[in-house]
């Protein structure tokens, strides 16, 4: 891309980035097991999921992979960032690519 | 976790009064331009309990590898990352420190209840940011071979020249209106640029080396998906109203062009030349973080909602080009008047920066090559001076007058009052000439010191070592003899505004002129 000119392009994937670790290889597991399309990359020190359109981490699936109870807001110790309009509900925290105006 | 969030945050929402005893505009204390309707909307649901078990748990975290770091030393980290360090956490903690002020400044402007409990957690948030940012440095200062720099780092944020650029952005962001704040701070600076330093760098640090910013950058950004929130939710509660829409429109456009100089410009710097190992070049994180990710997946849906593309986003995209090579022609050509050692750029990587950046040698090779030629304290050839000086600094974003490239400045000058004022750009130009009182009061270096001796300059600003006479700016990691004061005065640079109309008369008055 080097030599060409930036540009912007509407798109609708959308994801997080994750603080490598435990917790993160076993979101990657549970989210690549529902969605064929999401793209999985790691860093020296975190890990990033992306995905088209919509992605729901289930925390009871993620809990289930890690043995041991876990939450909302666990997974929001682990998660530095995101992209996409997110929901923060108790059992599940969901991105979607749609900005919709509440009325 | 038993009870459910949702319906709990659902009961307590409806727990809000307006006392009878003082009136709205009293209690709002300032003024905003903006409407803010009565119901808003926070997609994080924090309650105060969740939100410190979640803090004390990211803290314990941290502070067990804090703890590891410092008993285990001995990793290697790379001198370039850890001298661009000094410049790097002595500002980030001053702007974090300044976002928590502008977060108590919003919740007494901004009346619904949803927004003013993100903004008091974003408060208690940046003086975590601040305190991790110092916890580091002081860390860095006990453990790196060289502390001369890290002991100074917050009287720098102060003082710093280079500093001036973050000064003059945190003084903007707490003295424009409190609900343009969150859509510059929260929705540009936040969602926009931060991902791009806390995360994007994060591997850098990782890679140099320097475990202990590579987790504290990570956990401050998990601080940052709440604020991105924040500014969400600021943003969507504000388009119930369309009489907001142009107001918002006027925001983006001013805060697009001054998050671009006014941070992300040091970014592109901090990324293509602190770090040594390079992966991925500035430009490509700007693409892949600003304008895949923020442009293209967030901002250019509002078009709905009739919000149009910032008015100087091209000039944004233009700049992106050169932005990091021009900065570093400043940050390397002043070095003196900074506080760490520089590592300046090797045969390698001027040959990776013409590959990722096409036409870099023919526009900044000769100033490389200048550069390396003056870097012995004994020949007495100061970079600074031999290539014409330091130049103006533009009123807005501090930033000298040479961008996008210096063979190709798109600054210009006005008269006001008396004064000429400088500008890089002719967006900080109409910024300025939207609101000019906002901008008048920034003293730039020259208001300081024009007229002065680079040696009275330094040792003013106190960058010197211990001995009161080394400084502590080194132009090569490992010079073979150091700079000292006198070696500068031998120099014999009198810093001259290129603004100033008389010659021989000067703001400042330097306690030893060099010229006689
Ligand atoms: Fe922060
Ligand atoms: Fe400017």
């Known amino acids: 891309m080097s030599t060409e000119k930036m540009w912007i392009e509407e798109r609708d994937i959308v994801g997080v980035k994750l603080i490598a670790g435990e917790e993160a290889e076993a979101a990657a597991a549970v989210i690549s097991e529902s969605y064929p399309d999401a793209v999985i990359e790691r860093y020296p020190a975190y890990l990033s999921i992306e995905a088209p359109k919509e992605v729901v981490f289930d925390l009871r699936q993620i809990s289930e992979r890690l043995g041991r109870p876990y939450d909302a807001p666990t997974f929001l110790v682990i998660m530095s960032s995101y992209h996409g309009r997110i929901n923060v509900d108790d059992d599940r925290i969901t991105l979607s690519s749609e900005i919709v105006r509440p009325e | ?516």
């Open chain 2, 1 to 516: 976790m038993a009870r459910s969030l949702t319906k709990a945050y659902e009961r307590v929402k409806n727990i809000d009064w307006e006392p009878s005893y003082i009136s709205a505009a009293d209690k709002y204390v300032e003024a905003t331009r903006f409407y803010l309707p009565k119901k808003a909307l926070d997609p994080f649901k924090t309650f105060i309990r969740e939100y410190f078990l979640m803090e004390r748990e990211k803290e314990s975290r941290h502070y067990a590898l804090l703890e590891a770091a410092s008993r285990l030393q001995g990793s290697n980290p790379e001198p370039r990352w850890m001298e661009g360090m000094k410049f790097a956490l002595s500002n980030l903690s001053a702007i974090e420190y300044s976002a928590g002020r502008q977060m108590g400044r919003m919740a007494r402007v901004v009346a619904p209840m949803e927004l003013r409990q993100g903004y008091m957690m974003q408060v208690l948030d940046e003086m975590r940011h601040t305190q991790l940012e110092l916890n580091a440095l002081r860390h860095h200062m006990r453990s790196w071979q060289d502390p001369s720099g890290y002991d100074i780092a917050l009287k720098a944020a102060g003082n710093s020249v280079g500093a001036g650029i973050f000064r003059a952005l945190a003084e903007d962001f707490s003295t424009c209106d409190a609900v343009e704040t969150s859509l510059g701070l929260q929705v540009l600076i936040e969602t926009a640029y931060s991902n791009i330093f806390f995360v994007g760098l994060s591997s850098a640090a990782a890679q140099s080396g320097d475990q202990v910013m590579a987790s504290t950058m990570l956990t401050i950004q998990s601080d940052e998906s709440r604020h991105m929130a924040n500014g969400y939710a600021t943003l969507m509660t504000l388009l119930q109203d369309d009489r907001n829409i142009p107001l918002i429109q006027e925001a983006f456009d001013k805060w697009s062009w001054r998050g671009h100089m006014g941070f992300e410009v040091g970014l592109s710097l901090f990324a293509d030349y602190f770090v040594k190992h390079k992966t991925e070049s500035a430009r490509e994180m700007s693409q892949r973080w600003l304008l895949d990710d923020f442009y293209g997946g967030f901002y250019k849906k509002l078009a709905k909602y009739g919000i149009k593309e910032p008015r100087w986003l091209p000039d944004v995209i233009r700049n992106s080009e050169w932005a990091s090579h021009t900065a570093a022609v400043y940050l390397f050509g002043a070095w003196p008047v900074f506080y760490h050692r520089y590592d300046p750029i090797d045969e390698r990587e001027m040959e990776w920066f013409e590959k990722k950046y096409p036409g870099w040698y023919s526009h900044y090779g000769k100033f490389w090559e200048a550069y390396q030629q003056m870097t012995d304290a004994d020949a007495g050839m100061l970079v600074t001076k031999e290539l014409g000086g330091l130049p103006a600094f533009c009123q807005v974003c501090q930033l000298p007058w040479i961008f996008p490239r210096p063979d190709a400045s798109t600054g210009s000058t006005i008269e006001r009052e008396g004064r000429t004022i400088a500008f890089c750009s002719p967006a900080c130009k109409s910024i300025f000439e939207n609101d000019p009182n906002h901008y008048s009061g920034f003293k730039t270096f020259y208001d300081l010191y024009d007229g002065w001796d680079l040696a009275d300059v330094i040792v003013d600003l106190g960058y010197v070592r211990e001995d009161g006479k080394t400084l502590m700016a080194q132009p090569v990691l490992e010079p073979r003899r150091m700079w000292t004061v006198d070696d500068i005065r031998r120099c014999r640079y009198e810093v001259t505004s290129p603004l100033r109309k008389t010659a021989g008369v000067s703001a400042g008055g330097s306690p030893h002129s060099a010229v006689p």
